[in-house]
């Protein structure tokens, strides 16, 4: 049994990096990926805005990136990995340097996007909520994740009276999540893990 899955694991990593020609038939189309800027030599994932405001005595987070995935990443993607994409929320009282920051509270909001070659669709799972999307395009996947809207942080009878605090947010591929073969590859390659970086906001 454990031979038996050690071979299956094996034979995803050769399909993810020889690229899985085979199969090419129940993927999207090559000339459709590169011209939406798919498919590039490197990943690209900013934050280009966020913001905090308060409701009912809680803290939100709205925030909004740029997420485009590398040719690695995407023809994994494509030949059924799986990616989790993670929103690190973090609420700090900055120190007078950053190994001084005290951190006030942490927390995530995560996605798990897939390309379902049945339907050839691809599908955002929300892993906090369980809701779950569909689109038609890599695109339309990718602009869902890229809108992070109404984020609870934090309940306002907890953030430190008379202290400055900002937050912080960055998005990133969790490697964690890959298969082990490509696990072990993201440990010596961080192409496989791409991060924004993290991008600060006053608490309002």
Not at 54 to 73: C, I, Q, S
Not at 99 to 124: C, D, E, G, I, K
Not at 129 to 145: K, N, Q, W
Not at 184 to 195: I, L, M, T
Request: with cysteine; proline share 5%.
């Amino acid at each position: 049994m454990m031979m038996a899955a050690g071979r299956l694991l094996l034979g995803l990593a050769l399909s993810v990096l020889l690229g899985g020609a085979a199969q090419a038939s129940s993927r999207p189309a090559a000339s459709t990926q590169a011209n939406s800027g798919h498919g590039a030599p490197t990943a690209d994932i900013r934050i280009l805005s966020a913001r905090t405001y308060a409701r009912d005595r809680v803290y939100y987070l709205d925030a909004t990136a740029r997420l485009r995935l590398d040719g690695k990443l995407e023809n994994a993607l494509n030949n059924g990995v799986s990616l989790t994409l993670s929103y690190d929320i973090r609420v700090v009282h900055p120190g007078p340097w950053w190994w001084f920051n005290n951190t006030v509270a942490a927390v995530h909001q995560r996605y798990r996007l897939r390309y379902r070659p049945l339907s050839q669709r691809y599908q955002v799972d929300n892993l906090n909520t369980g809701i779950s999307s569909s689109y038609a395009t890599l695109d339309g996947a990718l602009a869902h994740i890229e809108r992070l809207r109404r984020f609870p942080v934090l309940d306002q009878s907890l953030l430190p009276k008379g202290k400055v605090v900002v937050a912080e947010v960055r998005l990133h591929v969790d490697a964690a999540d890959l298969p082990l073969p490509l696990r072990v590859r993201a440990y010596f390659n961080s192409a496989w893990r791409p991060s924004s970086a993290w991008y600060q906001c006053a608490f309002r």
